[in-house]
């Protein structure tokens, strides 16, 4: 891999995981600009998601059970915060999206985000792998043909082409540098979201 100069080395390691992992499904579904895009959950698949598809020229949504992100959201580049425990935010979007990335790493019910697609439109599940509960209704994929897909990452050309256009558009990781001593502590942290958004170890603490 080459990395853009201009990128810090250090915000550019993350890239390579929760930047590739987002990247690949927003090329594989074409979204540029006017696209309409929402991600699910902002974590550290979520906040390089909302940078990417902002960075492409779409609209971005970010689907949150709480309002304690909207801030976060906001700075990151999205254009909306939409709350998905509540009936009228999610009526207001319904049919609305052409991609939406789902960033949730635990069994959750996906249902109620399908309605949100257009015509068309696909939810692209890159947080989870496992069994669907509750099951999927098929009934508004059919009426509206949609799509419920998944992505893992993507290969070395894609990577590339991804660290290219960090590099353009000034693109990296939210990240914390921990010291490797304090691994077990950030695992903690990690298990309580308690993480904005990615650990990146400085190497150099080994010698210490």
């Known amino acids: 891999m080459k990395v853009p100069a201009n990128l810090d080395l250090a915000a550019t390691a993350p890239l390579l995981c929760a930047g590739i992992t987002t990247w690949s499904p927003l090329r594989h579904w074409k979204v540029g600009k006017g696209s309409k895009v929402a991600v699910v959950g902002l974590g550290g698949l979520g906040h390089m998601a909302i940078k990417l598809a902002k960075g492409l020229g779409a609209e971005v949504t970010l689907f949150s059970r709480t309002p304690d992100k909207e801030k ?19 009526k207001a979007v319904n049919g609305k999206f052409d991609l939406i990335i789902d ?12 309605g949100t697609l257009n015509t068309n439109g696909t939810l692209v599940l890159v947080g989870y792998l496992g069994g669907l509960e509750p099951i999927l209704n098929t009934v508004p994929m059919i009426m509206g043909r949609k799509s419920v897909a998944g992505s893992l990452i993507g290969g070395i050309a894609e990577t590339q082409e991804m660290l290219d256009f960090c590099g353009e558009h000034n693109i990296v990781s939210e990240i914390e540098i921990i010291k490797m001593q304090d691994i077990n502590e950030a695992y903690e942290r990690m298990l309580k979201s308690d993480v904005r958004y990615r650990f990146v ?8």
Do not use: C, Q, R, W
């Open 72 to 90: 976060d959201a906001f700075e990151l580049g999205a254009d909306a915060v939409v709350i998905s425990t509540d009936e009228n935010h999610m």
């Open 103 to 114: 960033t949730v790493p635990y069994v959750h019910d996906v249902n109620p985000y399908v």
């Open 201 to 208: 170890i400085d190497m150099a603490s080994l010698k210490s």
